[in-house]
């Protein structure tokens, strides 16, 4: 008997539950609404309740999700229960309102928010009588009205004062260059006539808006000036040859000779002459300068190939490859590379023996490069060893090798992971519950630190997902730094959580317009979320430069050109191909391994080591002394990205480490760098698979391995 009235009440509970009137409150928890004035609200609930004591309460609680949803009873105005559960809410994360879509039951719906909406860009659309309310010091008054608005609803401000989010912001100046002449250097914004003095390298606030034009002077005598947009960070570059500030840029041309139809080494294998577009020129064995006149790999190639002066004690490893073509302000030497291994340091007359030596390439152009990244700016020595293109050279000493560049090390392969004071803190905690309730005391004095929700998301990731997630998205209630957002892209796509990075690589763009690779990220986001018509819209529009006229994307064209290829090449049966160059349908790279190294801060110095299967290695550097030419046209157009390839035969078969050694930034301060390696192996082929990892490095010397592959 007892059972069957158990039963009873249920169902008449039920059918008490369904005939009441329901209103649905949507509560926002992200981390902006910590500063919510609870107590203005809660009173607007009392009077709505003291007016309709009896009915349903749909509650539901959301930040990038729906974090809670309950059901509460409300009868004679005692709303109790209710109270407590709206004062116990943990604040935290960004806001999305697209989950409340199908969501809302209530005749009437009340959504309590300030309106920064930093995750999709949807309005919520609903079915009941809205309601918009704010309680907040700071809320974006105009999404909010457009929710109401859209609904026909009403927008209610329950604050004494409203304080829109304003249009001025401080704008970041990043001054980098030269520094004897800096003296009396000024930035000056001419509306508000604010100004700051610069002197010494680094970072600078100017506070100013949209539209505002900032004029840089010396000694009052007006230098340059830049009207501000929706960048945030303006990188300006001091040159010391005139005194001047100056937007210096790099025009690289390079015009395809006429050859005939001879195959030749290149730094991607053996190509038709005719197909390769540039030029190079090739000296064998039996064409070097005979012993005595010469008795050095260089005194052997001396006046044997056109355009190629030795420097200083006419030695190779200081040549310069003159090319007519180029418009580099500053030549660099030739790269050299040994059987396929890029080498140093030293004279190499006194290393490579002529008579081991098979022949000896050089190759003119920057498209003859791409292989090694920006070390090969200043042309590439292909010298191809007789040991080292033997069948039996396991047996033989390979006479041509440089001395120095055996690998010998161990790098840490840990995956750096931050030993900082709040992590050692979390690691000490007995649960996952009391973990994040001690990370919610921690970030009132550490959110500022900008890698710290980055830490804690690491920490979090491997035991709740979606928490670690909600954590991360912090950064985007922020006043983000482009480090925090590139950060965060890398951590996502590592996570192979794309809607979440479409999303990040949505707000880079739209918060750094002027930066040449917000528009490529912008491109591989729409490809990893599966839109490749989109995906080749904007690398068509990147490679042609009518995606913005006013940015130069020629840093960005090497990478480019193999994503358009790469879509074509695996979705072109399904594409509008009509605005896509003919050049891009009919060829595509083909690579053993395609490598490409992004990292976080604009500024950093590092080194990239590869060691091949026999152990020997060679590095490209990201620093103001070797790649000065280069890193002022990242800052200038906005863009930290380079890639390598191995191409080759059995000889490139086996293990490859990638090591990255972090060494301070150019402006001679500590900060923490991400790198991202992203790989893919068989490149271009169909059994093309991809892999990537981001590697945290801090402080100068520390030194990781970033991957480990077998090709």
Known sequence: M???????????????LEAQQRTTICWDASHSMVKRDLVKELNFLESYFIQNPNLVVELIVFDISIADKQIFKIENGNWTDLKESLNNVVYDGATSYKSLDGNITGQTVFIFSDGIQNLETEKPKFNGDLQVVTANPIFNSDNLKTIAKLNNGSFVNIKNQEQYISNTKFYTLKINGDLSFLNNLKAINTNNKSSIAIKE?????????????????IDEKTLFERTLDETKILNIWIDEKDGSIQLDEIELTNDVPDAGDEELLTAVGIKSKRSIGYALQTVSNEDFLP???????????????????????????????????SSISFPRNALIVIDGVPVSGGQLSNFVNPDNVLDFTVLKGLAATNRF??????????????????????????????????????ANSSFLKSTAVYIKKLKKENSIEDAYKLYLKQRTNYQNTPEYYIDVY???????????????????????????????????????NFHMSFIVAKKIKKDFPDRIQSYLDMALAHKNIGEYQEALNLLNGI????????????????TVTRELKNIVFNHGKDLNLIASDKIYL??????????????????????????????????????LNDNKNRIKDELENGY????????????????????AKYLGNINNKEDIIYLKCTIYYNFGKQNQRVEQRTLRLKGKGSEEQLFKLRI
């Open 2 to 16: 007892e059972k069957y009235s158990l039963i009873i009440l249920i169902a008449f509970n039920i059918l008490w």
């Open 201 to 217: 390298f680094g970072e600078y606030q100017i506070e100013a808006k949209i539209d505002d034009i900032v004029i840089f002077t």
């Open 291 to 325: 012993a005595p006149q010469a008795n050095n790999i260089s005194g052997a190639i001396s006046g044997k190939v056109a355009g190629l002066k030795l420097g200083a004690r006419s030695d190779i490893s200081t040549a310069v490859i003159r090319n007519g073509n």
């Open 373 to 410: 990244g920006s070390d090969g700016n200043g042309g590439v020595i292909l010298i191809r060893t007789k040991t080292g293109n033997s069948s039996s050279r396991e047996n033989v000493e390979n006479t041509a090798l440089v001395k120095n560049n055996v690998y010998n090390e161990q």
């Open 458 to 496: 690491d920490f979090f990731k491997n035991i709740d997902q979606q928490l670690a997630l909600l954590i991360l998205s912090n950064i985007l209630e922020e006043e983000a730094s482009l480090m925090q957002l590139k950060t965060m892209l890398f951590k996502l796509n590592d996570a192979k």
């Open 543 to 558: 490679k042609s430069g009518v995606i913005n006229p006013d940015l130069d994307f020629y840093g960005l064209e090497k």
């Open 586 to 623: 009919e060829t595509n790279n083909l690579f053993d391994a395609r490598i490409i190294v992004e990292w976080s801060l604009e500024e950093a110095e590092f080194e990239i080591q590869f060691v091949n299967p026999t152990k020997r290695f060679f590095k490209w550097k990201h620093t």
């Open 640 to 659: 930290s990205i380079e890639e390598f390839e191995i191409v080759g035969g059995d000889e490139i078969k086996g293990e490859w480490i990638i090591n």
